[in-house]
């Protein structure tokens, strides 16, 4: 008696599997395909189950198998759209009415066919079926004539058209485009130039079929009555030739362009008229050419552009397109913006290139084979002004006069501006109704220029559209094939006034960089005693005048793009805009030249420094005398040592230590690279600030001061001028912040090694003479005032001791004064004098150099031979009595140097018989070492960096290249400078660490 025995787990685990069964049924319909259903049954689609379902009694299928109608002899009792509908079968020998909901019987005229069950069907060309009278009363169905001068359609009598001749039936006299005329009213088809060229794929002569077909009945309709439609295809297809006017005086045929420009001459509105707004543009006609390119001046467009975006004064412009198709049908008019660029973006960027003031460009690779299914439309373009529409001319770069390019040509005034383009062409390449085309046209490359009026209102001349077309032949046109394809929006103004005034800027500062260079190399004459223009002045003034002419393009360059940048990224009224790729070229052959002019200047000055005299002097004296056992060899040639008294056993004088001679000289080393800016932390910051902080991206060529981008953001282009703006400005404010610290605060407080220097010099007993010209040097003297520096420690401490409590004198030169350092205008005799003290040196120098080809690390002084070394001692010996007055013949004085000789860099008075001292308050004889010409290697590090990011467009490589160029100038400084120190002063080459 119970409904089930069995396990309670198992009868649960049924109803959930039966439960799971239910719902998974429920949860899909079976796939069915209006197709499938069967309309023998008869069966329809039903839209609502996405079932078949079947059709009721004397009913089949309809022929969109999406519902089910009434069999041929069955009329319609209800039809509410519904599922179902109810229909019954007419009498015997009746059919059902045209429209469907009653029953008539054929007439003889119409006889019935028990086969079809339908009444037998009118002649189509001359008779019309009829089976209810005017009143609606149903009568029997019979096929009644059209009367003369009427045709059937649709069912009923209709005139013929106007534009065929009246003959019985409306019977065409001449076919051609789907409409009839009178053979007089057709241009001759032996007159008719129907063919299309296609030059980039060398096809001349190709027989389009859209043109055999169309070109003369257009032209005819729009000669003879003005059809509107036909016109605008006659003008379409004059655009498909590109507007070639080879034909315009050649008797005897004709081709699309060539009968429009007929047709112009006569229909053109006359100047003066009320309608002489567009003088080019005729009646009831397309407008193609303009006669002149006057409308690139024009100043008709009102509206007045702003970067504030508001109605009054809009930031962007709106453009307008006409869009035509093939036949001449008016589509609208539609908004250009997307239409103009066939590569597909964000809104936000596509808008982007009607912004005033941004370099745009936009680019793809567009499959070849989506063209064959894109329409072709032609296109007349406007600009909206306010509440008016301005037209904008169009360069067709594919434009051909006597087969010249014209409109590629740099001269504005042998170009031929037209009206109407089209993007893609899929027509006039067919050669057979229902083919494909053979060739295939698209436009590579749409440019939107844009210039700015001069008067800073923000009103513009009319832009101008330039289009290039590409040819394409069916076999490139394969499914993998692609295209690249480009739109570009370009904004300038005339840079003529800029572009002036920087050449009378270049011109003043090349003149004043001139004279300055004059001064310069007097001064350089009077230093190195020239008296006559010989090749070294010559070679010297080019050198100078390289530097003086660099550091003036500099400072032009950089107030022309700080301009720039200022005053274009700082404007709200549109009144200037950025110099174009062209526009530029002037600016960067400046920036090259200046680029190349620094470079030889610091190439010459690094050769000045790596050959400059210096001696080191030293006043320490020899303290005692010893007696010792010469156990050396007998010299091998008393020529190469020079004359010296052998003996066993000689008494002798204590030595001299070359050991503080050897540390000044290698601290005098160790600051030949010294420079009062890190090289390496400066390119840091400087990249720091433009890439992370983002100030390069201020440098794009769009109104906008951005310091980053968001998605939302078009990356315009960069514009070199204010990337070398903002690099120059970034570059010198971090080069004059580490200057201020290391001067400043470095120096003072935590290390000044020019001065410690100076200080060691004199704790060594040591002074440095330098000889930067032949009569011109610096000297630092270091004699200890203390008398000798040979000491130990313990007396060491002892003489600074003595300082500090100013028990002893002072270190300066003169005495009571602590002046140490001074600029020394030489007699000619005393250089004279050094020189042939310095020959046996420079002999064996070149006598090494004959003789190994080279000069060997290590070996500067390794071979010095005793005279050498006996001139190394008379040298000193000659400078340090020099420096006491103890020469008769070689004396100097000391004095100031006046503030205009200082400020001019020259001595007004000639050494005659004394040499002349100069106090030095600074230490001006870092002007031989890198420390001095920190002005000249800043701006050479910021030449190398700007134009390696013009030509690279990248500061990060910008600033790698211009740390390692400096580190190799670093380098051969060092080197070469090593080496000219031990060749000049004969310190070995290896204490010179």
């Not at 259903?37 to 009721?56: A, K, M, Q, V």
């Not at 594919?398 to 590629?408: A, F, H, I, L």
């Not at 062409?425 to 440019?447: C, L, M, N």
């Not at 390696?948 to 190799?968: E, H, M, P, R, S």
Request: with cysteine.
């Amino acid at each position: 008696g119970t409904f089930y025995e069995g396990n309670p787990m198992e009868l649960f685990l049924c109803l959930v599997l039966s439960s799971c069964l239910i719902l998974a049924s429920c949860q899909s319909i079976e796939f069915v395909q209006p197709s499938s259903c069967d309309p023998s049954r008869p069966e329809y689609f039903d839209i609502s189950t996405l079932s078949c379902g079947t059709c009721g009694a004397n009913q089949r299928q309809r022929a969109d198998q999406l519902a089910c109608e009434c069999v041929p002899n069955a009329k319609l009792l209800s039809n509410h759209g519904g599922p179902s509908i109810e229909c019954e079968i007419c009498p015997e020998n009746q059919v059902a009415t045209s429209d469907g909901f009653d029953c008539a019987t054929c007439d003889v005229s119409a006889p019935y066919d028990a086969a079809t069950k339908k009444c037998s069907h009118c002649d189509p060309s001359q008779k019309i079926s009829v089976d209810r009278k005017q009143n609606g009363i149903v009568q029997n169905i019979k096929c009644l004539s059209c009367a003369s001068g009427t045709r059937p359609q649709d069912g009923v009598c209709l005139p013929c058209s106007p534009l065929v001749s009246q003959t019985t039936g409306c019977q065409c006299d001449v076919s051609s485009g789907g409409s009839c005329f009178v053979s007089s009213q057709l241009i001759l088809a032996s007159q008719a130039r129907q063919l299309v060229s296609y030059p980039d794929l060398d096809r001349q002569d190709f027989p389009s079929f859209p043109f055999a077909k169309n070109f003369r009945a257009s032209e005819a309709l729009c000669r003879l009555y003005s059809n509107l439609s036909a016109c605008q295809m006659l003008g379409n297809l004059c655009v498909l030739l590109h507007y070639n006017k080879d034909l315009e005086d050649l008797p005897g045929i004709q081709d699309a362009c060539s009968s429009y420009l007929t047709l112009q001459r006569e229909r053109t509105i006359a100047v003066g008229s009320v309608d002489s707004a567009f003088p080019d543009w005729p009646k009831t006609m397309p407008w193609l050419y303009y006669r002149d390119q006057d409308i690139l001046t024009s100043d008709d467009i009102q509206t007045s552009f702003s970067l504030s975006d508001s109605s009054e004064q809009p930031a962007s412009l709106t453009l307008i397109a006409a869009v035509y198709s093939f036949n001449g049908t008016f589509l609208g008019l539609q908004n250009a913006s997307r239409i103009l660029q066939l590569c597909d973006d964000r809104t936000h960027v596509v808008l982007a290139a009607y912004e005033i003031g941004t370099d745009y460009r936009n680019e793809c690779d567009m499959p070849l084979v989506s063209l064959l299914s894109q329409p072709t439309l032609f296109y007349d373009l406007y600009l909206k002004d306010g509440d008016r529409l301005f037209p904008i001319p169009v360069l067709n770069e594919n434009y051909r006069m006597q087969g010249d390019n014209v409109n590629t040509n740099s001269d504005s005034q042998e170009w031929q501006l037209t009206r109407r383009f089209f993007l893609i062409d899929t027509i006039s390449g067919v050669e057979a109704a229902g083919a494909t085309p053979s060739v295939v046209r698209v436009a590579d490359f749409v440019g939107l220029e844009v210039k700015l009026r001069s008067g800073g209102d923000g009103h513009i001349y009319p832009p101008l559209l330039h289009v290039h077309y590409k040819e394409l032949s069916e076999t490139q046109l394969t499914a993998t094939s692609t295209l690249s394809v480009s739109f570009s929006a370009t904004y300038s103004m005339d840079t003529g006034s800029f572009d002036s005034g920087l050449s009378v800027a270049l011109g003043l500062m090349s003149a004043l960089a001139f004279l300055y260079t004059i001064l310069l190399i007097h001064g350089w004459r009077r230093r190195n005693g020239k008296e006559t223009l010989d090749f070294s002045t010559i070679t010297t003034f080019f050198f100078l005048l390289c530097g003086t002419l660099a550091s003036s393009y500099f400072w032009i360059l950089f107030s022309s793009g700080a301009y720039w940048l200022l005053f274009f990224k700082g404007q709200q009224k549109v009144s200037i805009l950025l110099p174009t790729s062209s526009q530029e070229s002037a600016f960067i052959g400046i920036v090259v030249t200046m680029a190349v002019l620094k470079i030889l200047h610091i190439v010459h000055l690094l050769w000045q420094q790596v050959n400059i005299d210096t001696f080191f002097i030293d006043w320490e004296k020899a303290q005692g005398a010893t007696t010792r056992i010469n156990t050396s060899p007998p010299p091998a040639s008393a020529a190469e040592h020079g004359s010296a008294e052998i003996n066993r056993l000689r008494g002798e004088q204590n030595p001299v230590s070359i050991w503080r001679t050897y540390f000044i000289a290698n601290e005098w080393n160790e600051l030949q690279t010294l420079r009062k800016i890190n090289s390496l932390f400066q390119l840091f910051v400087v990249v720091f600030f433009l890439e992370v902080v983002g100030f390069s991206n201020v440098c794009r060529h769009n109104p906008h001061a951005f310091y980053s981008l968001s998605r939302d953001d078009y990356p315009a282009a960069r514009s070199r001028i204010l990337r070398f703006a903002m690099a120059v400005i970034i570059y010198v404010i971090v080069a004059v912040v580490q200057w201020v610290f290391f001067v400043f605060i470095y120096e003072r407080f935590i290390e000044d090694k020019i001065r410690q220097f100076v200080d060691v010099c004199s704790m060594a007993n040591v002074s440095v003479f330098v000889m930067e010209g032949s009569a011109f040097g610096y000297y630092i003297h270091g004699r200890s005032v203390h008398g000798h520096a040979d000491t130990d420690m313990f007396e060491m401490h002892l003489q600074l001791k003595r300082e500090e409590e100013d028990l002893c004198g002072k270190r300066g030169l003169l005495p009571d004064t602590d002046q140490q350092t001074f600029e020394m205008s030489l007699t000619l005799k005393l250089r004279q004098q050094y020189d042939r003290l310095m020959l046996p040196v420079r002999d064996q120098l070149a006598h090494r150099m004959e003789g190994d080809g080279r000069t060997q690390r290590g070996r500067a002084s390794g071979h010095c031979n005793t005279r050498v070394l006996h001139s190394y001692a008379i040298i000193n010996m000659f400078l340090s009595a020099f420096l006491d007055h103890a020469l008769r013949d070689f004396d100097y004085i000391v004095r100031d140097k006046l503030l205009l000789e200082r400020l001019l860099g020259i001595e007004f008075n000639d050494p005659i018989d004394k040499a002349l001292f100069y106090n030095d308050d600074g230490h001006g004889f870092d002007s031989v070492l890198f420390y001095g010409n920190e002005w000249n290697l800043l701006l050479f590090d910021m030449v190398i960096f700007t134009l390696t990011d013009l030509l690279a467009a990248d500061f990060v490589l910008a600033a790698f290249i211009t740390y390692i160029i400096g580190q190799l100038l670093v380098l051969v400084r060092d080197s070469l400078g090593r080496r000219n120190l031990a060749r000049k002063t004969l310190v070995d080459e290896r204490f010179l660490i």
